[in-house]
């Protein structure tokens, strides 16, 4: 089975313009999260979509943004960059059907840097 | 809320050493999921093990093992006979039934030296 894939893997911007992130899941998985890594931060929770719906949203303002397809590929945009944006974004996707054992499984992540 | 320490930011070793990676967390609930995932150099966090808040038998895989205390709300893990490819940075994670999001601790970094 393939695993998790996003496109594009580096990405730079500048300050004030938008990005769309790709991110297609294990085939057959339903659930897609994103979380953001930076140095200061850490890992944080972006947000969760199953079949279409945003399931759960982390503590971000709202220029970030996302939705899913029905094939389950999921695309996260972010607009109106900032400095603090850059960071790595990861992709996670799961069963995410009811069962209490959904592991997450990470694809490689796309850097973004913003100048 | 849900709170995940590993207070150990950077580990040394040198090869073939045991080196075991503390991890310490915080939640009210009764039923969750403690994770251990490693990231390499590439950014991909590789997910290695689960273990659930109801089942606290400690497991060995390979040279890895976990040790699960929840009187202590501790969960750590053990490398034995550490090796060069284990150099990466270590996250212990925990979620809560009835989500899917991950609480990540801040990593620990370990550097195993030839």
């Known amino acids: 089975k393939a695993g998790v894939t996003q496109t594009p893997r580096y990405l730079i911007k500048t300050r004030g313009q938008q990005v769309t992130l790709s991110c297609s899941p294990i085939s057959g998985h339903r659930s897609v999260s994103w979380y953001q890594q930076t140095p200061g931060q850490g890992l944080q929770f972006l947000f969760e979509?199953?079949?279409?719906?945003?399931?759960n949203k982390g503590n971000f303002p709202g220029r970030f943004s996302g939705r899913q397809f029905s094939n389950s590929r999921s695309e996260m945009n972010v607009s109106t960059l900032e400095l603090g944006d850059s960071a790595l974004y990861l992709c996670a996707s799961s069963g995410g059907g009811a069962s209490s054992y959904n592991e997450q499984f990470f694809g490689p992540g796309t850097r973004l840097t913003v100048l | 809320a849900q709170k995940v320490t590993q207070a150990q930011t950077e580990i040394s070793v040198v090869e073939k050493e045991d080196v075991t990676l503390d991890c310490v967390y915080e939640?009210?609930?009764?039923?969750?999921?403690l994770f251990w995932y490693k990231q390499p150099p590439s950014g991909e966090l590789v997910f290695l093990i689960r273990?659930?808040?109801?089942?606290?038998q400690n497991e060995i895989s390979g040279r890895y093992s976990w040790n699960f205390q929840k009187s202590t709300s501790s969960f750590n893990f053990t490398i034995t006979a550490s090796q060069v490819v284990d150099s990466a940075v270590y996250f212990c994670a925990l979620r809560y039934a009835g989500a899917n999001n991950l609480f990540f601790g801040t990593g620990t970094r370990l550097t195993v030296i030839p």
């Open positions: 273990r659930n808040s109801f089942d606290e």
């Open positions: 979509y199953f079949s279409e719906t945003q399931r």
């Open positions: 939640t009210r609930d009764t039923t969750y999921y």
